[in-house]
């Protein structure tokens, strides 16, 4: 089974920054898609970002764009995220998820792992 380990979040004022990174201790996930998602209270989970197996196609919600930037290092099995000019709104759990096979990085995400709290005040 692949594990996931988030780390980076925290509390910080609005218009500060924070940086999340993901590590896939054990497993190569250099082959899949990857992404974070968020979920505040209350509401559903959404998709934040994703990056394709070998970082050159990323995509990301409209109310991140411009502000938060996701990347991954194959090498140590890291994903990250990149976050600037944070917002209240994007107080959320966030979460680090592996699609785990081949194909399109929209859906189908299979690993996931427990998620780290940013809370912007």
């Known amino acids: 089974d692949v594990q996931l380990v988030e780390s980076g979040g925290g509390s910080v004022q609005a218009g500060g920054s924070l940086r999340l990174s993901c590590v896939v201790p054990?497993?190569?996930?250099?082959?899949?898609?990857m992404g974070w998602f968020r979920q505040a209270p209350g509401k559903e989970r959404e998709g934040v970002a994703t990056i394709s197996p070998d970082g050159g196609s990323t995509s990301y919600v409209d109310s991140v764009k411009g502000r938060f930037t996701i990347s991954r290092n194959n090498v140590g099995s890291t994903l990250y995220l990149q976050m600037h000019s944070l917002k209240a709104e994007d107080t959320a759990k966030y979460y680090c998820?592996?699609?785990?096979?081949?194909?399109?990085?929209?859906?189908?995400?299979?690993?996931w792992g427990q998620g780290t709290q940013v809370t912007v005040s």
């Open positions: 054990g497993s190569s996930v250099s082959r899949y898609c």
């Open positions: 998820s592996s699609r785990g096979y081949g194909g399109s990085c929209i859906g189908g995400y299979r690993y």
